[in-house]
């Protein structure tokens, strides 16, 4: 009888411990926090970074400039600092590293970064990166770059935000996360490559980089649904992160899954032309998030207005589902595929 009693005692601790984290209070609280990136609060600060007063970022200009520190505000009032091994939020890009041929000189520019500590894996870093700056003015016109890549960019805000949250409820990631806006991209990924040649934290301890580039509009072989994101990259280096995004798409976000730039044969050859492309070619996995190129490209007409913030709620959704798992789950991914 006594023996019973104790089996009893030990049972209902058991359950009662089995039961303070329910299975399915991870997957509810996924979706809380993912639910907290929405489309009122991504226009609300697209229409800051992408307006007429920041005079289309150009890099290294006073708009730019001015964007940034918009930026590092939204990430103070997040409770999200800077990386502790940095002296402060910038990293500077000299413009010596960013001269290429013919082109015109720029200004000596920087790259932002935000931080998140892991708490079981603090030195495995996960990246999470967007280009803040565009193309500037051109013939007194304001380019003002609101999908390219103010889209981007202010996803990466809502993203670290709802990180920040579930921290503060106790549910702060395993390994840590480098939001990384980078400088110069429109002039030949500049910003990416510096930060790649002179990361902040070892390469070797990346586990991925997860690049949004446009992803705030439709494309005109999606002229009747916004319920798509190309995917590009995925499956290069690692095919954990190919099927990992694929899950947590089919468990969170229900996009469809595009995979034409992804093919090693497509002319645009999408794959090479944006931030990710430094991290694969130094042998981290990397996948990018893409909504296609529309008639407002590079154009004075690339305004907020335009943009389909459901679409790029959904979108930037997926990217935070996706990074969760990444930096949540018990081993970083396998580099097993030679990146071509």
């Not at 007194?140 to 709802?162: M, P």
């Not at 798409?249 to 034409?260: A, C, F, G, R």
């Not at 008639?295 to 996706?322: C, G, V």
Request: proline fraction near 4%; hydrophobic fraction near 35%.
């Amino acid at each position: 009888m006594k023996k019973n009693i104790i089996s009893g005692g030990l049972l209902t601790l058991l359950l009662i411990s089995c039961n303070a984290v329910p299975k399915a209070q991870t997957e509810a609280d996924v979706t809380k926090y993912m639910n907290t990136i929405t489309a009122p609060e991504l226009s609300t600060h697209l229409h800051i970074v992408a307006s007429d007063e920041m005079e289309g970022r150009d890099t290294g200009t006073e708009g730019q400039k001015k964007a940034g520190k918009y930026l590092i505000e939204q990430y103070q009032k997040s409770g999200i600092s800077f990386p502790p091994k940095a002296e402060g939020w910038y990293q500077k890009v000299p413009s010596e590293f960013m001269a290429k041929g013919f082109a015109p000189k720029l200004n000596d520019s920087e790259n932002i970064w935000a931080f998140i500590e892991g708490s079981e894996k603090p030195n495995e870093i996960l990246v999470v990166s967007a280009h803040y700056d565009h193309v500037g003015t051109k013939n007194g016109e304001v380019y003002n770059g609101a999908d390219d890549d103010g889209s981007g960019t202010v996803a990466l805000l809502e993203i670290a935000q709802a990180f920040a949250k579930a921290k503060k409820d106790g549910y702060g990631p395993k390994r840590s996360i480098l939001f990384l806006h980078v400088t110069g991209e429109e002039h030949g990924l500049h910003g990416s490559r510096y930060y790649s040649e002179n990361p902040l934290f070892p390469l070797q301890n990346t586990i991925a980089d997860i690049n949004i580039d446009m992803i705030g509009r439709r494309d005109t072989l999606h002229p009747d649904t916004n319920n798509y994101v190309y995917v590009i990259g995925s499956d290069r280096l690692s095919s954990e992160l190919h099927t990992i995004n694929e899950a947590v798409n089919k468990k969170y976000t229900l996009l469809e899954l595009d995979y034409k730039y992804n093919d090693r044969n497509d002319p645009e050859r999408i794959y090479y032309r944006s931030d990710h492309y430094n991290f694969a070619k130094k042998g981290v996995p990397a996948i990018f998030f893409f909504n296609g190129v529309h008639k407002d490209y590079h154009m004075a007409s690339d305004t907020p207005d335009k943009i389909e913030y459901d679409a790029l709620a959904k979108r930037a959704q997926l990217a935070f589902t996706l990074a969760w798992e990444l930096a949540n789950r018990e081993e970083r991914i396998v580099v097993d595929k030679d990146g071509k």
